[in-house]
């Protein structure tokens, strides 16, 4: 039975040491290439031709969300795991929207991420337990999340999580690798959008979602 070929891209050598040899220590499953940088793996994904690219999202000097886009843009048929430090209430949902197949924790055991692994390369959605009991209690509340997502882009959901997280202007754009204009602009945009009074009304939205998805 030939192996699954899994393409790693994450820009800490050492976990990303300890992941390929997790994955090649499984009898159907081997790493092909690993990558460290946005460049390095939109150059070199086509090329090696994985089953599956397992991706983290926090990627130095580059926004590992943009870099999903487009290698999807390129290879709609690619399966792409994310595996990320991020909160899976806050960032999951971003990934799932920009065409991931699953989205798993790096605290997670190992036993964890090898079924998130082979889920995704039967082509089926994985989130974790929490995430799904998560999404099912939005539903049935009606919660305001799909409102939301439908008025808001991408990246604007991406500042108004940043937002509701605690993080200042500044260190988000430092998190999406923007401008601090760039962050006020989407800010900016976020208050007409939502009918907000002010700068500060924002904060208060977005604090007030974050804290609703985590109860």
Known sequence: MSKKRIFIVDDHPLYREGLRRFIDSQPNLTCCFEADSYKAAFD???????DLVILDLRLQRSDGMELMKNLLTEMPQLRILVLSQGDETVHAELALRAGAL????????TDELLQAIT???RGELYVSKR???????????????????????????????FLGSGLSTQEIAQQLHLSVKTVETHRENI????????????VQAAREWVSGTER
Do not use: C, W
Request: net charge positive; aromatic share 6%; proline share 2%.
């Open 102 to 109: 699953g989205y798993i924790m790096k605290e997670e055991a």
């Open 44 to 50: 070199n994904v086509r090329q090696s031709a994985p």
């Open 191 to 202: 208050k007409h959008k939502l009918e907000l009074r002010d700068a500060a009304g924002v």
């Open 119 to 121: 889920t995704v390369l």
């Open 131 to 161: 995430l799904s009991a998560l999404v099912l209690k939005r539903f049935f509340r009606g919660d305001t999340s799909s409102t939301l997502a439908e008025k808001l882009s991408d990246r604007e959901l991406q500042v108004f999580q």
